[in-house]
C-alpha cells in the first residue's frame, strides 16, 4: 500500500508559477512511475507528467515547454513545477504512483486546487 500526500496548490495570476509535490510513504519497490494527472470541473482526468524512478519523463502536448515533472528518489518525492500559467490550468491535481508489478494498482493522492485567474 502507498501513501501519497500531495502540497504546493493555491490561486495565482496567468502566467504565474507554482510548485507542486508529492511524498509516497509504505512499502514499495525503487523501480516506480509517479507523475501528476488532473481533473477540471466537467472533463475527465487526463495526464499531466509522469516520471519513472530512472528519470524518463513523458508530458502532455498542453503543458510541454511550461510545466516540469522531476523526483528526489531518497525522499520519495515527485515534483511539478508549472510556469506561464494559463486559466484552463484550473484542475484538481492529483498525484500518482504505478509499480510495475503485474496487477498492482495505481495509488492516487487526495488532490490539490490549482485556480489560475485571467
Known amino acids: 500500500q502507498v501513501q501519497l500526500v500531495e502540497s504546493g496548490g493555491g490561486l495565482v495570476q496567468a502566467g504565474g508559477s507554482l510548485r507542486l509535490s508529492c511524498a509516497a510513504s509504505?512499502?514499495?519497490?525503487?523501480?516506480?512511475?509517479m507523475g501528476w494527472y488532473r481533473q477540471a470541473p466537467g472533463k475527465h482526468r487526463e495526464l499531466v507528467a509522469t516520471i519513472t524512478s530512472g528519470g524518463i519523463t513523458n508530458y502532455a502536448d498542453s503543458v510541454k515547454g511550461r510545466f516540469t515533472v522531476s523526483r528526489d528518489n531518497a525522499k520519495n518525492t515527485v515534483y511539478l513545477q508549472m510556469n506561464s500559467l494559463k486559466p484552463e490550468d484550473t484542475a484538481v491535481y492529483y498525484c500518482?504512483?504505478?509499480?510495475?508489478?503485474?496487477?498492482?494498482?495505481?495509488?492516487w493522492g487526495q488532490g490539490t486546487q490549482v485556480t489560475i485567474s485571467s
Open positions: 500518482n504512483f504505478r509499480s510495475p508489478v503485474v496487477g498492482s494498482l495505481p495509488s
Open positions: 509504505g512499502s514499495f519497490s525503487d523501480i516506480n512511475i
